[in-house]
């Protein structure tokens, strides 16, 4: 079996355990890239911090080696400044979608770039945004971290109901201390205008703001043919429909919505990404992370 074929969502939906599906994705986007994307350009030095298993030879200080028969590595300034956030939406539209909901590939795409941002910058936490609330786990740069991070998105699972995204983003906002990338994870199925004008609070700290907008297949092609009943999953609205009779309408509104997200990040300077979860999620990583 070859690599993309591992990658494919069919085959990543029978795999057991959120670290397997990650590890497999983080191992085709390796393959696939030459150089990090995320490492700093700055050769302005900044501090020492003591060797860890995993940190760059080349780095190490020989000359306080040799002074304190210790090993530090050298950190510079555009790598001690950085902090990444990811946030995820756990409100109920997350659970549609095959062979994997949009949750279960949103949680695929967060812990990989979990374990490929660890390397690259210093600290990186998440944020949940359930509709009871947000829970976060702090930035931190140990890399048992990441471990700790991949088991709570494993646990976490969409909540009933609708989430205040733009309340979760403020409050993301309050603990940020120093210069951050954010990536958000969330179908967008939500008041477009609290969101934007919180995003552009992040931007404005200044955050790099990277906006992930997860939809399936389903949503993004309306392949429905046969008269259906269609429900809400957050506020249990129903709606009896004959596809067929409303599909321009639908493919309209759709495309509407698509390009309000887009002007409206583009304008506010925040990188935009739409992600059909039928693609295999280490080319949507390949793709981001090529381009920057």
């Known amino acids: 079996m070859t690599k993309a074929r591992v990658l494919d969502p069919d085959v990543l939906a029978g ?3 959120l670290s397997v599906r990650v590890r497999s994705v983080v191992e085709g986007v390796l393959s696939g890239l030459h150089r990090s994307p995320f490492r700093g350009s700055s050769s302005e030095f900044a501090e020492h911090k003591e060797y ?4 760059e030879l080349r780095t190490i200080d020989w000359k306080l080696v040799g002074r304190t028969d210790r090993y530090y590595v050298k950190q510079f300034q555009d790598e001690t400044n950085l902090a990444a956030y990811l946030v995820l939406d756990l409100s109920a539209s997350m659970d549609f979608g095959a062979p994997l909901r949009k949750h279960d590939y949103a949680a695929v795409l967060a812990g990989s770039l979990c374990y490929l941002l660890t390397d690259q910058i210093d600290m990186v936490g998440l ?4 509709p009871t609330g ?3 786990v702090p ?3 140990a ?4 471990g700790h991070i991949l088991e709570m998105l494993e646990e976490a699972e969409p909540g009933k109901g609708a989430c205040d995204l733009a309340a979760g983003l403020d409050e993301l906002l309050e603990r940020m201390r120093r210069r951050s990338l954010v990536v958000v994870i969330s179908d967008l199925l939500t008041d477009e205008e609290p969101v934007l004008a919180a995003l552009s609070r992040l931007r404005s700290r200044p955050a790099e703001v990277v906006l992930l907008h997860v939809l399936s297949p389903e949503e993004l092609r309306f392949g429905y043919k046969e008269a259906s009943r269609f429900v809400d999953p957050e506020d249990g609205r129903e709606l009896p429909a004959d ?3 409303v599909r321009d309408a639908y493919n309209r509104q759709l495309e509407a919505f698509l390009t309000r997200w887009r002007e409206n990040t583009l304008a506010r300077g925040i990188t935009y990404r739409l992600v059909d979860t039928s693609r295999a999620p280490d080319r949507v990583l390949r793709e981001l992370l090529g381009r920057r």
């Open 143 to 146: 890399r048992t971290h990441v």
């Open 134 to 136: 947000a829970e976060a």
């Open 139 to 141: 930035a931190r740069a």
């Open 243 to 245: 596809p067929e009779s």
């Open 127 to 130: 944020s949940l945004i359930r």
């Open 15 to 17: 795999l057991s355990g």
């Open 52 to 55: 860890a298993s995993g940190d």
